[in-house]
């Protein structure tokens, strides 16, 4: 039993479309700690924006489904949580999400006092006044420089970095303990990405909240992260501690991504790939998901998937080269 | 001769909202933007959102008449070419679009977008044809080429999708090509597999790439040297390696600034310069400098009278007071 404050155990979730069944998450197991920022890394199509919509079972079903695992919060079972309390007590109020693309996850015919409004009613009772006052401090506390200008805007009166920060605000008006942020800055210009980065940390801080942050951009990684994931075909592949995934990372495709990682402190002689690309999720590769990629591949990759290697304190592989 | 020259390249896009009273509004997209590329390079051209870049790689490729200013393709005006001149220039210039999932017309079988440069400006008989375009797809690494040729886009991954995007751009073996976000829609593990098959056809074809991104890290990858732009103007130009060491620029240190690094250690230990505020309308630019109401070291002088862009070393130029000339 561990003291985590989210426990994922062997997570699948799988997606029914007319061409077959797509294995999203295809057993996973994560956790994180009280005031902790943990990184989903991974690229497209991976998993790891399933794994977040899981987790306050917004994945659509159909054709979605959870098929197995289980996902402790602060020791229950968000799966067999009803709806009901999911509604009142888990979303918006114990854990919140920040999504990508502000334009989409702001209702565009709403003005922003009430979209904050509106979730500080639905979960501290305050009233019109009260939420109208409280929602003014919020904004100024994700750094909105005119407050009341921007709650009485609709959403496409600002620009992407103001609706990110309104977004944000949404999130944390309930001060929630975890919050997931699924790719928050990658519609964003990189100046801008900056502000929403240090925010973000800053608040985490403030609210000793733990923060679940999904991006395929290893820079960010290396910006915030304590703790990193790395997500392949639906399936972790390698976790542990910041500095030792980027110093010492031990699975092939986690060597792979950082070699081709570009940066603009090196200069670099040649460009390193991964070569081939991400397998169909609705016929994976049997054994190791990687393996066809893999300049290590042995013949047991080919029939066998990995199970979790210990590499070094905290630090997991799932490769058959890793010798336990 | 430089192969390629913008001088004093200016678009003003107008309004549809129209005054009775008073001048209608414009954005100004790009304005009065100078410089020169030289055969065999690559110049990157960067900024965020908004500061002009797409628009003067267009206007470099004709594919829109400029406000003002004007362009040269090996020393000629390519504004000032009579009809069937300005057909032929369109051989010798081509683009690679950012998104591959748009670029590509979904109805279409691979061998008929491939076969549209040839049939407009080298039509030839359909033996030829294909074989050129079956070269063509082996080029750029989709091999064998007669397993593709009949295949609609929807059927490749976005990094299979690009390569077709860039087949297209080099069927009539140009000299210059805009590469307009070439990579950004691609997958990290992807993007470095396009850029490398880019070096590589620029040392096969001796090809001239303008490099249009947001990202510096492939800048500091795949470009010789850089222009820098914000809100439509050109703020420093350098050799990569001595923009990113030097960063002279208030507005290219705070890019290069705001970059994370893929190193927990150099990223964290970095000081940071965050700027404030949010990216003026290009429909009502700052007066002075355009990067005044957010440079953290502007002077009064900034405010009022705009810097011109002056050269400050090997081939380094920078538009700021800070850097007068020869300084």
């Known amino acids: 039993m561990s003291s985590a404050l989210l426990d994922i155990r062997g997570l699948k979730v799988q997606f029914r479309t007319s061409r077959g069944v797509v294995r999203a998450v295809d057993g996973i197991d994560l956790a994180v700690q009280p005031r902790e920022i943990i990184g989903l890394v991974g690229e497209s199509g991976c998993g790891k924006s399933t794994v977040a919509h899981a987790i306050t079972r917004l994945i659509p079903s159909p054709p979605g489904q959870i098929v197995a695992g289980e996902i402790r919060y602060r020791g229950s079972d968000l799966l067999r949580v009803p709806e009901r309390d999911m509604r009142s007590q888990i979303r918006g109020r114990e854990i919140a999400m920040v999504f990508q693309d502000p334009m989409t996850y702001l209702n565009p015919v709403m003005k922003v006092r009430t979209q904050i409004t509106e979730t500080l009613r639905l979960h501290q009772q305050l009233n019109a006044e009260e939420a109208g006052r409280k929602a003014l401090e919020i904004l100024a506390h994700v750094q909105i420089p005119s407050p009341e200008r921007v709650a009485k805007s609709y959403p496409h009166e600002l620009s992407g970095g103001m609706r990110q920060r309104v977004l944000i605000g949404i999130a944390i008006a309930c001060t929630p303990t975890l919050l997931i942020a699924d790719e928050p800055t990658t519609a964003l210009d990189v100046t801008v990405q900056a502000q929403i980065l240090r925010l973000l940390k800053d608040l985490v801080r403030d609210l000793q909240s733990s923060l679940l942050l999904i991006t395929h951009d290893l820079g960010i990684v290396a910006e915030l992260c304590d703790r990193v994931y790395v997500i392949y075909c639906g399936r972790v592949v390698e976790h542990g501690d910041v500095y030792r995934i980027f110093e010492s990372p031990r699975h092939p495709y986690t060597i792979g991504l950082l070699r081709s990682a570009l940066s603009i402190e090196e200069m670099r002689d040649e460009l390193v790939a991964i070569e081939g690309q991400v397998p169909n999720l609705m016929a994976p590769p049997p054994g190791c998901a990687f393996h066809p990629r893999c300049g290590f591949c042995m013949d047991i990759c080919r029939r066998e998937a990995p199970g979790p290697v210990p590499a070094a304190e905290g630090h997991e592989v799932w490769c058959f080269r890793e010798l336990p | ?327």
């Open chain 2, 1 to 327: 001769m430089p192969l390629i020259e913008a001088c004093g390249l200016t678009k003003h896009f107008p309004l549809r909202r129209m005054f009775l009273f008073g001048r209608p509004e414009v954005v100004h997209a790009v304005d009065d933007v100078s410089f020169s590329i030289e055969a065999g390079e690559t110049l990157g051209l960067v900024g965020e959102s908004g500061c002009g870049k797409s628009t003067t790689g267009r206007l470099l490729l004709a594919l829109m008449e400029p406000t003002r200013g004007h362009a040269t393709f090996q020393g000629r005006n390519i504004f000032a070419l009579e009809a069937r001149e300005r057909h032929r220039l369109r051989a010798r210039m081509q683009i690679i679009f950012q998104d591959p999932f748009a670029s590509l017309n979904p109805r279409k079988t691979v061998r008929q977008i491939l076969a549209k440069p040839f049939r407009i400006h080298a039509p030839m008989r359909r033996q030829k044809e294909e074989a050129a375009i079956v070269e063509l797809l082996e080029t750029v690494g989709l091999s064998p080429g007669h397993l593709y040729i009949d295949r609609n886009p929807h059927e490749f991954s976005g990094g299979q999708r690009q390569r077709i995007g860039i087949a297209r751009a080099l069927a009539l073996k140009p000299s210059f090509v805009v590469a307009d976000e070439p990579v950004s829609a691609l997958d990290l593990s992807v993007r470095a597999q396009i850029l490398r098959l880019m070096q590589a056809l620029q040392r096969e074809l001796q090809l001239t790439y303008l490099f249009i991104t947001h990202d510096l890290a492939v800048v500091r990858t795949v470009c010789s040297r850089v222009a820098v732009m914000y809100l439509g103007k050109i703020v420093e130009v350098a050799p990569t390696a001595a923009l990113f060491s030097r960063r002279l620029h208030p507005y290219t240190d705070a890019l290069c600034s705001a970059t994370p690094l893929p190193n927990p250690r150099l990223t964290r230990a970095r000081e940071r310069i965050v700027l404030s505020g949010d990216l003026p309308s290009p429909v009502s630019p700052p007066a002075g400098c355009r990067f005044h109401s957010r440079c953290p070291r502007r002077m009064d002088r900034c405010a009022e009278e705009e810097p011109p862009l002056l050269g400050v070393g090997e081939h380094h130029s920078v538009a700021c007071h800070l850097f007068p000339e020869g300084r």
